[in-house]
């Protein structure tokens, strides 16, 4: 699900990509919130943009749930992240999502809503456990206690609302 790898540009590009290969039971999809958000955008393939920055939380939802719809039953790791819709990339890099804390008040998703698109039968698809993807950080915050506990208190709301064990 990284938007910036392998030419992984888009959620239209990934699907074409997985139905392409047919063979679930061995290539399957990582969904990491702040990247498949990119996705949505269109942020390196303007051609798939589902919605834009400024959509409401209507059409936001409804666009989120036809890309999770087509990628959720190849996903096979889920990343629990947020994103604040900042986008890098630096010469011919591919431009990527920033990561930002649980609690950053830019942040544009609602992490627990979003988690429960891509978990719903989760238990179908072997998924075992699911991740903070949030290392992109600097050290100060990453050093602070508090950043720790917010990713806590984030990862029980998701496993509490979606049932997971």
Same mark, same amino acid.
């Not at 698109?117 to 039968?121: A, K, M, Q, R, S």
């Given at each position: 699900g990284e938007i910036c790898w392998a030419g992984m540009h888009s959620w239209r590009d990934m699907l074409d990509v997985l139905e392409g290969v047919g063979m679930p039971e061995t290539l399957g999809f990582q969904a990491d919130l702040a990247h498949t958000y990119l996705y949505? #955008?269109?942020c390196n393939a303007p051609e798939h943009a589902l919605v834009n920055s400024d959509c409401t939380t209507e059409e936001f939802y409804a666009a989120y749930k036809q890309m999770t719809d087509k990628l959720r039953p190849w996903t096979i790791d889920f990343h !629990? %992240?947020?994103n604040d819709g900042e986008i890098h990339g630096a010469g011919s890099h591919d431009k990527?999502?920033?990561h930002c804390p649980a609690d950053d008040p830019n942040g544009k998703l609602d992490i627990v809503k979003c988690s429960g698109?891509? #978990?719903?039968?989760a =238990? =179908? *698809?072997c998924i075992e456990h699911i991740c903070w993807d949030g290392c992109m950080f600097p050290n100060e915050t990453l050093e602070n206690p508090a950043t720790w506990n917010t990713i806590l208190k984030t990862m029980i %709301? !998701? *496993?509490d609302a979606h049932g997971w064990n």
């Open positions: 949505m #955008l269109g !629990v %992240a947020q990527t999502g920033k698109y891509w #978990l719903e039968d =238990s =179908s *698809r %709301a !998701v *496993r």
